[in-house]
């Protein structure tokens, strides 16, 4: 065994800086005669997709823009290839891993093809156990409810622990509308929310940023100072800022990761403790839970636990595994058991298994198109491979562009601890998408026309009958947009003497 | 044994030598190879954009080639990952279905079907990176990528180690995509661009003279880039090695 490392909040993990002064082992950034030298400002943020009216979101145009800022694109591809290679080092750490994934992904099935049933069992043990249990069929029903319950027990304020479904819903911009302040205490997802953009990645929600980047959203929200991007001084101003209104507080809110059915309880796992803040200091509990959570018994909790923080951060375990099972006496608690979209997808035979995910980030941090493009180039709730797969079912128009981000390499399915085939549906999007007409004109014409030319052997050979003929005609027909896109970051192939057809008439001709 | 050999379009255009190695090598192994002078395509290019309906004539053409075979075997994986995974467009007669399943990577195919035990020919004194593209690697199962718990296989390193004199080195991550994908390479070509700069790079840090690789596709993609950055590193694919190639 070796000693862990120490633990650090990947989001703020950055390599050494080369400039730090060091002195008996502490880093002094304002102590006197040790003052950094002036240095440019650095790079700034590049933002995600931009959106415009209805048009399909343009993830390619997004990801050039942050390639285009290399000190990002580098940090972010290094950062995640680095959770990639710990979660490789934890997986050799367990011999039955494949035996794990199979079964994780064999109850997943069995939960999401019983789900009415397991749904009806969970929701009976958790009104036994004294949790209130509502059911939102969309986001607007979701935070509508939760509106309520805070407007019953004249709550103004609300602590609450990270949660993708709670940005499905657009739930912080609605509580806004309605004159709730909401906190978020996951540091990262604190540093989106003050910055006032969306997560870019599902367990490292500001992955993306840089320290600076940080030291300047801070210094705008929180008054550190700009010139000081130290991650622990950082850190520990956030925590200042934030602990008297966690204190404050008159509701908390978490996420799930897993609803039991057989104790009607919530799982709950974090690395900094902020979901027991959230769920504990407020006398009032609402849980935001989508119906795919479900886990048939205790038992079957062991197989996620030891996935979940190995795929997603290369961690044995997180800090905290939360078991939330009723109310303390004098306080509530509430379940909002949410759909969005859900059981429809349930009914989509190529998509349905999509809602096995359980929200590593796993297929994110191997998937080499995601890590130098960001998540926020998706311009969606969920970014990366799952994303893919997932945003088309909610708004297939909008999300038209997104199963073309990708090579299908096929890596994301290999990390998935529940075996999804991600890279197969996101291959069978492109097809769906197809159908539904959701792909451009001009993509439409040149695809039909390299349909034609290739199952007509004559005009394909007088298409690439010369060398230069070829180079005006292959790209164009087998890539649809021509040479344009290829020429322009990379040299086009060198044209041959003559094609292998033509070798083959003039040295084997006899033969055919 | 009668082979048909399927050089797929950018091998036939760009990398003739390619096909030229190919059918040499099947040759000198004793085997007859013959090439139909009809074909053309997989209609890889159509299904990867997911236009499925446009590749029926094409999968059509490619069966009309190729019925009859003992095998069919191209020196281009993710053209045979098409053929054998998602050849779906046309009705799946017992013609097509025996064309799909007799359809063989170059490398596979000389490694579980002709289990082949030397290459006397063959000479590569170089250190070279292996790229596995990921349609080998992921779909035909060349060997074990690094995201799975399995033991370790390669099948493309098992026949290249058969030859004199080469030398093999390791990049810091040796089966990440390199960004070629298809029609991916044009759809998001910055994306697709700066994976292969760090592709090649990685390969060049790693001190390789070559980058070999049983998909040509990938090779183009990677040797555009590397020309494009300055990155001094040469391309060649496993069949030229393989039927002798010395440089």
Same mark, same amino acid.
């Given at each position: ?14 390599? /050494? ?95 999401? *093809? ?23 069929? /969309? ?45 978020? *205490? ?43 991007? /130290?991650?622990?001084?950082?850190? #520990? ?6 602990? +008297? ?24 796992? *974090? ?37 979940? $923080? ?33 059981? /429809? ?39 990366? +491979? ?19 981000? $990708? ?40 695809? #039909? ?5 290739? $199952? ?39 044209? +041959? ?16 | ?13 760009? %990398?003739?030598?390619?096909? !030229? ?29 997911? %236009? ?19 095998? !069919?075997? &191209? ?13 779906? &467009? ?5 013609? !097509? ?89 044009? %759809?998001?070509? !910055? ?57």
């Amino acid at each position: 065994m070796t000693a862990p490392e120490p633990m650090l909040h990947p989001e703020l993990l950055a390599s /050494d800086d080369a400039e730090a002064i060091v002195r008996d082992g502490r880093r002094l950034d304002h102590a006197e005669a040790a003052s950094k030298p002036l240095r440019p400002r650095p790079e700034p943020q590049p933002r995600g997709a931009e959106a415009h009216g209805r048009r399909p979101i343009d993830q390619a145009e997004a990801a050039a823009r942050f390639i285009a800022a290399p000190a990002h694109e580098m940090m972010h591809d290094e950062r995640l290839w680095d959770l990639r290679q710990k979660r490789d080092r934890e997986m050799h750490g367990i011999d039955e891993w494949e035996e794990l994934r199979e079964l994780a992904a064999a109850i997943k099935e069995h939960a999401l *093809t019983r789900l009415d049933e397991y749904l009806e069992q969970f929701e009976a043990n958790a009104r036994t156990n004294g949790v209130h249990v509502h059911w939102a069929k /969309d986001t607007a029903e979701h935070n509508r409810i939760v509106h309520g319950i805070l407007q019953d027990h004249g709550a103004k304020s609300l602590i609450k622990s990270k949660s993708m479904l709670t940005e499905e819903c657009g739930f912080r911009p609605y509580m806004a509308s309605v004159g709730i302040d909401v906190v978020e *205490t996951d540091l990262g997802e604190r540093i989106q929310q003050l910055d006032n953009e969306d997560p870019s990645h599902v367990v490292v929600p500001a992955v993306h940023k840089l320290r600076t980047d940080v030291a300047e959203v801070f210094a705008r929200t929180i008054g550190t100072d700009p010139d000081n991007s /130290d991650v622990h001084y950082l850190a #520990k101003a956030q925590r200042q800022a934030t602990r +008297p209104l966690i204190l404050a507080a008159d509701a908390g809110m978490t996420g799930c990761n897993f609803a039991v059915a057989e104790t009607g309880s919530v799982v709950v796992c *974090t690395n900094e403790g902020n979901a027991d803040l959230s769920a504990n200091v407020p006398k009032l509990h609402i849980a935001s839970i989508g119906i795919e959570k479900i886990i048939p018994r205790l038992d079957d909790l062991a197989v996620f636990v030891r996935l979940l $923080s190995r795929s997603a951060l290369g961690s044995p375990i997180t800090q905290y595994t939360s078991h939330f099972r009723g109310p303390r006496e004098g306080g509530e608690m509430h379940f909002v058991l949410v759909d969005n979209g859900r059981s /429809d997808r349930l009914g989509m035979e190529e998509f349905w298994t999509s809602l096995k995910c359980i929200r590593c980030g796993a297929c994110m941090n191997t998937c080499p198109v995601y890590r130098r493009s960001g998540g926020l180039s998706y311009g969606a709730t969920y970014s990366g +491979p799952i994303g893919l797969i997932i945003d088309p079912t909610f708004n297939a128009h909008k999300y038209s562009n997104l199963p073309f981000a $990708s090579t299908l390499n096929g890596s994301c399915s290999n990390v998935c601890p529940v075996k999804i085939n991600i890279h197969e549906q996101i291959y069978a999007w492109r097809r769906e998408l197809v159908k539904r007409h959701e792909v451009p004109l001009a993509k439409r014409v040149a695809m #039909k026309a390299a349909g034609e030319l290739l $199952s007509h052997p004559a005009a394909y050979r007088a298409a690439i009958a010369a060398a230069d003929t070829a180079l005006a005609h292959l790209p164009r027909f087998v890539i649809y947009n021509g040479l344009n896109a290829w020429g322009r970051h990379r040299e086009v192939p060198h044209p +041959p003497k003559e094609t292998f057809h033509g070798w083959y008439q003039a040295n084997r001709g006899a033969k055919e | 044994m009668r082979i048909g050999l399927f050089i797929p379009c950018y091998i036939d255009a760009f %990398f003739p030598e390619v096909g !030229v190695a190919t059918l040499e090598l099947l040759e000198r192994l004793g085997h007859e190879v013959i090439y139909p002078g009809d074909q053309t395509c997989c209609a890889q290019p159509m299904a990867n954009s997911g %236009f499925n309906a446009e590749c029926a004539d094409t999968e059509a053409l490619f069966v009309r080639n190729f019925a009859g075979f003992d095998y !069919v075997v &191209a020196p281009s994986g993710s053209c045979v990952h098409h053929v054998r995974d998602n050849f779906d &467009a046309i009705e799946q007669t017992a013609e !097509v279905r025996e064309v799909r399943a007799r359809t063989y990577e170059l490398v596979e195919f000389l490694h579980d079907i002709l289990k082949v035990e030397a290459f006397p020919w063959a000479r590569f004194p170089h250190r070279v990176g292996l790229h596995n593209s990921c349609g080998t690697l992921r779909r035909l199962k060349h060997a074990t990528p690094s995201e799975l718990h399995e033991p370790f296989y390669s099948k493309p390193l098992d026949v290249l180690s058969k030859v004199e004199g080469i030398e093999f080195v390791t990049p810091a991550r040796p089966d990440e995509c390199c960004g070629f994908g298809g029609t991916f390479s044009v %759809f998001e070509e !910055v994306v697709s661009t700066e994976m292969g700069y760090d592709k090649v790079s990685d390969h060049a840090r790693a001190g390789a003279e070559y980058i070999v690789s049983a998909d040509s596709s990938c090779l183009m993609h990677q040797q555009g880039c590397a020309e494009r950055i300055g990155v001094p590193i040469k391309f060649i694919h496993i069949a030229q090695i393989l039927n002798g190639a010395s440089a």
